[in-house]
Nanobody, 127 residues
């Protein structure tokens, strides 16, 4: 049974940084594409960033490009999202997702493309 557990959320001020981590258990992250999504109240879950299983493809949402960085450490079985220059509009519950069914250099931005999800971690950015 695969489980994904996020950590690192919290309450920060605009301009601050946060680092979210997603730890996998039950299966090694090696060979999986990983991604971060977020969902604000009243909004649909949206793609934030993803990383291919080889780590060479890493697309970002336009709203976070240049501020957020996704990375993976297969030895530690983790996917990390470094968030810098946070804005109030980044406030949301952030979810980690993974799939072992993606192509070699493929990262989907669709929620349906992921088989496993974490429980979410709240990020709140005050102005």
């Amino acid at each position: 049974q695969v489980q994904l557990v996020e950590s690192g959320g919290g309450l920060v001020q605009a301009g601050d940084s946060l680092r979210l981590s997603c730890a996998a258990s039950g299966r090694t992250f090696s060979g999986a594409a990983g991604a971060w999504f977020r969902q604000a109240p009243g909004n649909e879950r949206e793609f934030v960033a993803g990383i291919s299983w080889r780590g060479n493809i890493a697309p970002y949402a336009v709203s976070v490009k240049g501020r957020f960085t996704i990375s993976r450490d297969d030895a530690k079985n983790t996917v990390t999202l470094q968030m810098n220059s946070l804005k109030p509009e980044d406030t949301a519950v952030y979810y980690c997702a993974a799939t072992w069914n993606s192509g070699i250099d493929t990262v989907t931005r669709e929620t349906a493309g992921y088989d496993y999800w974490g429980q979410g971690t709240q990020v709140t950015v005050s102005s």
